[in-house]
């Protein structure tokens, strides 16, 4: 079994929920989003998503467009961001998934890029633009070195493609909350649960949900039906509020441990 | 359970590289597509706009001064710029804002650049009543200010796009965007053979008009078909108008031209078929100019149409293929043919349709006199002459 399935294993016999928070690489520079990663670990993350900035985020809002510019004026690269997972494996328990566009891993190669994830010690990867259905060799080249290979549904997704991507989908699958881009939202979208209720009628596989969930409270919502909530550009927020990544630090940890606190 | 492949492949190019949140509105589309456009009904009265409305048929003209200057092959201009609005665009946002009524759509979406696709889309929209937002680069609304006054004369609300460089490519992310907040009311008409499946397809197809306008013209009028056929590519709808019902034709040769800008040399261009590498950008895969670490460039060139980082995925396949060829013409030559063109025919061409014209100039000194060269005239140079006054006025200093 791979981390991510084991560390759902663990928190399903415990009857907790994950808490999977979000950064972007290199915003403001590596050396914080390490820091970063390691309070966020400490703090009580269950998996870490790192995200890999790309000039053409065409899913992303506001937040996270700034939050890449800012890894991409500092000089974030793919090579960048697998040197700073294989930094940070040693010192963290937690699976370590990346999340990226397709450009920039197919830059890489496929099978490049699944070995070099897999030297460094990358748990999953969830491609922004990518279906299953124009990456089988991407895919094929993750599972074959051990990586999940995440995808990602949406409420916009009819119901026989729900089955193609639940047996797809490896270690967990991310619902997109809601019809748009990444931000935060002050509502839950509606029908939430019973889109993830449905899902969980045909596939055993861990379902976590993301975009727009931003307040523990929004978090806490989520984990009475999902295995997971993914937060992001409340974080990036955060960073961006802060002047110095000192303080940066300190209020992303606290932030961590509050939302973790309304899944126990 | 085996996954099915997706069609809209065009060699390795093309496909459907899209968050999932857009996957289904692309079934929809792909699945409305043929059963609407084949029905009697929606061709009549897209015939019907084309013909009292668009302008269609354009002319064909022989350019009888061009062709004794240059001394070589006989040049003829496919008078796209006599279509509604000025430019080929218009042929593209009838048929697709149709298609957009006729699937209960009534909101309509675009990108622009320069601002002719935001303006024929805007046109369009008025014309068949339906509501329309233009997404544009914040830099390119300071360039274009007047093209922003128009779209909101015809009635479209300019929507500013201020993320990454501010242009084309980021109205094009900004575009995809809000389809995906808004996407079970909304229709996203894209401006060029570009995007994901069924989008290259379905742009070609309205642009096809081009092609078999002017194969039978040019059988009418000279009872052939041309040796060579010459069009400017940006995204490369007007190309692949041209093109597509010439493909069989195995004598006809086809050659897209892209923007040099500063020369490829310089890295400022816009030329994705010549200097570009296989990648995915806006939906598809196709010859992009990114970076070593898959980061996309900037595109730079003299003229607001061939601005752009990518391009359509049929034309990457045409050139693996051998079936076009692709050349370029930087900025200086497309600026000279601007010129030369309106001096010798009396037309004065969109700075996108010199650079075919100037790549046209290279070739048919060398040509036989028997044979006949089609340029693809895509648009009028009206919306250029401030800019290209500007620049022309630049040059006579800068030679003192
Ligand atoms: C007159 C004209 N020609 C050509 C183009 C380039 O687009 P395409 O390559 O899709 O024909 C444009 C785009 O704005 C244009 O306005």
């Given amino acids: 079994m791979g981390r991510i399935a084991d560390r759902f294993a663990q928190l399903r016999g415990r009857g907790e929920r994950a808490l999977i928070p979000f950064l972007t690489a290199g915003d403001p520079n590596l050396p914080t989003t390490e820091a970063l990663v390691l309070a966020m670990a400490e703090a009580g993350a269950d998996l870490i998503e790192v995200g890999v900035p790309f000039s053409d985020p065409s899913a992303e809002g506001p937040t996270i467009q700034r939050s890449s510019e800012r890894a991409l004026r500092s000089g974030t690269t793919l090579r960048g961001v697998l040197k700073l997972i294989q930094n940070l494996r040693p010192k963290v328990e937690q699976p370590l998934v990346l999340m990226g566009y397709a450009n920039v891993f197919l830059a890489m190669g496929e099978r490049n890029f699944a070995a070099a994830a897999k030297e460094v010690g990358v748990d999953g990867v969830i491609t922004v633009d990518l279906p299953p259905e124009e990456g089988q060799l991407f895919f094929d080249s993750l599972i074959e070195s051990g990586i999940d290979p995440i995808l990602l549904a949406s409420p916009t997704t009819p119901e026989s493609r729900m089955e193609m991507l639940v047996e797809r989908a490896r270690g967990f699958l991310y619902y997109v909350s809601l019809t748009g881009v990444t931000g935060a939202r002050k509502e839950m979208a509606a029908g939430l649960e019973e889109a993830v209720s449905k899902i969980r009628e045909i596939s055993g596989i861990p379902v976590c949900v993301g975009f727009g969930i931003s307040t523990p409270e929004q978090v806490a919502e989520v984990g009475r039906f999902a295995d997971g909530a993914v937060v992001w550009s409340a974080l990036v927020d955060l960073i961006e509020a802060a002047e110095t990544p000192g303080p940066a630090v300190i209020s992303v940890s606290e932030f961590v441990a509050k939302l973790k606190g309304a899944l126990r | ?400």
């Avoid at chain 2, 002017?214 to 007007?238: H, K, Y």
């Avoid at chain 2, 149409?305 to 034309?315: A, C, F, Q, S, T």
């Avoid at chain 2, 001096?343 to 996108?352: F, K, S, T, Y």
Wanted: hydrophobic share 40%; charged share 25%; proline share 4%.
């Fill in chain 2, 1 to 400: 359970m085996k996954v099915a492949e997706i069609p809209g492949h065009f060699g390795e190019y093309g496909g459907r590289y899209v968050p999932e949140v857009l996957i289904a509105a692309l079934q929809e589309l792909e699945e409305a597509y043929p059963k609407i456009s084949q029905s009697g009904e929606f061709r009549a009265e897209l015939d019907g706009l084309l013909a009292t409305y668009a302008g269609r048929p354009t002319a064909l003209t022989f350019a009888r001064r061009m062709t004794d200057d240059l001394g070589g092959a006989k040049i003829y201009l496919k008078r796209e710029d006599l279509a509604h609005t000025g430019a080929h665009k218009i042929n593209n946002v009838v048929g697709q804002c149709l298609l957009a009524r006729y699937m209960g759509k009534r909101r309509v979406i675009a990108e622009t650049g320069a601002g002719q696709h935001g303006v024929a889309t805007a046109t369009a929209c008025a014309l068949l009543d339906l509501e329309c937002e233009v997404y544009m680069g914040e830099e390119d609304i300071e360039r274009q200010a007047l093209n922003v006054f128009r779209m909101e004369l015809l009635g479209a609300r300019v929507n500013p796009v201020s993320s990454g460089s501010k242009t084309l490519k980021d109205a094009i992310n900004e575009a995809m965007r809000d389809w995906a907040t808004n996407i079970r009311n909304t229709y996203y008409c894209i401006g060029s053979v570009m995007g994901p499946h069924p989008y290259p397809t379905i742009v070609r197809d309205f642009q096809r008009v081009i092609g078999i306008e002017a194969r039978q013209q040019m059988l009418d009028v000279e009872g052939r078909l041309p040796d060579v056929l010459i069009a400017c590519v940006g995204g490369g709808s007007n190309a692949m108008g041209l093109f597509h019902p010439f493909i069989e034709d195995e004598g006809v040769q086809m050659i897209g031209v892209e923007a040099a800008g500063e020369g490829l040399e310089s890295g400022r261009h816009g030329a994705a078929l010549s200097a570009g590498s296989s990648g995915v950008l806006h939906g598809m895969r196709s010859l992009v100019l990114s970076d070593d670490d898959g980061q996309i460039f900037e595109a730079h060139s003299v003229s607001a149409g061939l601005d752009y980082p990518g391009v359509g995925p049929e034309h990457a396949y045409l050139r693996d293929s051998g079936r076009a060829t692709y050349e370029t013409a930087d900025d200086e030559s497309a600026l000279d043919s601007f010129v030369y063109l309106s001096r010798m025919e009396g037309i004065i061409p969109a700075l996108e349709s010199a650079h075919a014209v100037a790549y046209a100039r290279t070739i048919a000194p060398g040509l036989a006199r028997d044979a006949i060269v089609l340029i693809n005239l895509s648009g009028r140079g009206d919306k250029d002459a401030p800019q290209v006054r500007d620049l022309l006025a630049a040059r006579k200093s800068g030679s003192h």
